[in-house]
């Protein structure tokens, strides 16, 4: 499927179109460096998701979200809820590590985070950074790192909102919080549910879903000291098909606690301890199966500005117990691992360079030495051009060894990743960025149909090129994208599952006085998946709408899917029909 062509006509459109000039400051990051470092300052391709883009989406999970950014593959087994996996830059679902504030979520026992369980209506922002940085978070940021922060409070406020939509579809949300010199404290409150549609092919037993998600968090101030403290919470209860399309469901519950103590040590040294504990379960209604990981962790850091670089250094440490009972077969695994790391960010005239190196013990797989060098140079006012290396690696983790399918003998992945990026921005309003990337992943584990359990192949090769275009003004955005990659076995040639080779976005969001709309354009290439059957390439459309009721009311509308697209991102699992939502929300300030 040709999709390269998707992308002229919204570089043409936005051509044409006029509004009154915009003046932005600059977006503050902190996940590409572990610091607060501005946007331009990074080394790295970083995407940032904001809570205004959040609010128009009306997505009802993170992967709703992620599944308009360039460079992200969705596979989702079905409608709401259903597992869901996401692949960064042609990379493994379970290679990229998934953060709340800046704590690990993914679990030690099926890898990859449940991304379709954690509720947007919590989401302050999201940061997504592309490339490997196990040097700066350890294992499994092989494709890259997405870490969602969680929403604050700026001043006091009060939000609440009820909605309604296709498939008898409930939500309701609640907010509040207060903001003041001395610290702040606040509550975010989310409920879905729904009945859900039938998302088998060979079925037509519809699958529902709830979710129950919570956000609670609190921080004072002490002179030069300030402790907080945040939960984060998601749980409820998902039904699906099993292999033999009987209709079944499972409980699931995530966690995320953190206690956090920031110290100004002078004018230019800084301190952030982070004690967490994260909490993942499933457990099956039909059967006594269920998976179980509980994480404590230890993340602590010291940051020095000198007058053209920044230095940091730190240690980490978790201990972890992961169990599990799957068709008969359980495990219960603990794994202690422990890491020192030390970075330098230096900035002197045009020149912007970064090195980060990170030596982790873990105590399954021994020593490994993992680091980032990255460097950019301003040609000119308008011209940047930056390259990095990174190597990076990921531990199995208690499944791939012990479950269902397992092997105790698979090694380590490891991963040698190199970027360069070209990025123009003549004046503020367009901006234009080129980028080439190549990794390579030794020890790739990948499931063999032949022996029905998990092994280590060789090498896996991917290659790719992304290609974007945004243009601001006060009333309007338009954003392109066009991606063109390859992931392959680099033993048999054969292409990695689930990922498509070309992918293009649109998006589109303009200003109507008090309201707001917007319209979000994927096409995705074809795709392979078990078995050797190919899914065909696709273009989903969904359009958005902010409409002002006065001063504290809003409603907003969400039509999925908008020209009935019938496709799939996984065998056999249908994805979600043009459909409906809307929601009536309240806010006071």
Do not use: C
């Not at 033999?244 to 469901?249: C, I, K, N, S, W």
């Not at 990170?358 to 020593?367: I, K, P, Q, S, V």
């Amino acid at each position: 499927m040709k999709i390269s062509v998707i992308i002229l006509p919204a570089i043409l459109v936005s051509g044409l179109l006029h509004a009154a000039d915009i003046t932005s400051g600059d977006t503050i990051i902190v996940t590409a460096t572990r610091t607060e470092i501005p946007l331009r300052d990074a080394t790295v391709p970083v995407t940032v998701i904001t809570r205004e883009e959040i609010e128009l989406s009306l997505a009802t999970d993170l992967s709703e979200l992620l599944r308009f950014e360039a460079g992200i593959d969705i596979g989702r087994s079905g409608g709401p809820g259903q597992s869901t996996s996401l692949f960064l830059r042609g990379t493994e679902s379970n290679h990229t590590l998934v953060l709340i504030d800046g704590v690990r979520m993914n679990p030690g026992t099926i890898g990859g985070a449940a991304v379709q369980n954690i509720a947007p209506e919590l989401i302050e922002r999201v940061e997504i950074v592309k490339g490997a940085r196990s040097a700066l978070f350890g294992t499994d940021a092989i494709g890259g790192v997405i870490n969602i922060i969680t929403r604050r409070s700026d001043a006091r406020y009060f939000e609440g909102g009820v909605g309604r939509g296709s498939f008898d579809s409930r939500s309701g949300q609640l907010s509040g919080g207060n903001r003041s010199d001395s610290g702040e404290f606040g509550v975010n409150l989310d409920w879905q549910d729904t009945d859900g549609y039938a998302p088998r092919v060979d079925s037509d037993t519809e699958r529902g879903y709830d979710n129950l998600s919570a956000n609670v968090y609190g921080s004072r101030r002490f002179g030069e000291h300030e402790f907080s403290v945040r939960h984060w919470r998601a749980e409820g209860n998902v039904e699906y098909l099993d292999f033999f399309l009987t209709p079944v469901d499972q409980d699931y519950k995530n966690t995320v606690t953190a206690v956090e103590l920031d110290t100004r040590v002078s004018d230019a040294g800084t301190s952030k301890l982070v004690l967490s504990f994260v909490q993942d379960e499933v457990k099956q209604q039909q059967s006594p199966d269920f998976v179980e990981s509980e994480r404590y962790s230890l993340d602590w850091q010291y940051s020095h500005a000198f007058e053209q670089h920044t230095v940091s250094g730190g240690v980490y440490a978790v201990a972890e117990e992961a169990t599990s009972l799957s068709f008969g077969s359980g495990f219960d695994e603990d794994t202690d691992v422990r890491a020192v790391f030390v970075q330098d960010q230096i900035a002197i005239g045009r020149h912007k360079a970064f090195a980060a190196v990170r030596l982790t013990d873990h105590d399954a797989f021994g020593n490994h030495t993992t680091w980032n060098a990255e460097y950019a140079f301003e040609l000119s006012d308008a011209w940047t051009i930056r390259a990095g290396l990174g190597h990076a690696f990921r531990a199995p983790d208690a499944t791939d060894r012990f479950g269902f399918s397992g092997n105790p003998d698979l090694e380590p992945e490891t991963a040698d990743e190199a970027q360069l990026g070209l990025h123009y921005a003549p004046g503020g309003h367009h901006s234009v960025d080129f980028e080439l990337y190549a990794n390579d992943i030794d020890n790739l584990i990948e499931f063999d149909l032949q022996t029905f359990t998990l092994r280590n192949i060789e090498e896996a090769e991917i290659r790719g090129a992304q290609l974007g275009y945004e243009y601001r003004r006060e009333s309007f955005a338009v954003r392109a994208d066009f991606v063109k990659q390859s992931a392959e076995n680099a033993l048999t040639g054969s292409r990695l599952l689930r990922r498509a080779e070309e992918s293009a976005t649109i998006t589109f969001t303009q200003n109507i006085g008090q309201h707001r709309l917007g319209i979000a354009v994927l096409a995705s290439g074809d795709r392979e998946d078990f078995g050797g059957v190919r899914l065909a390439g696709y273009v989903v459309t969904n359009l958005t709408a902010q409409i002002q009721l006065g001063e504290q009311w809003q409603l907003n509308t969400r039509i999925e899917n908008l020209f009935d697209t019938n496709y799939q991102t996984a065998a056999d699992y249908l994805m979600q029909e043009r459909s409906g939502f809307v929601e009536l929300k309240y806010r006071w300030r």
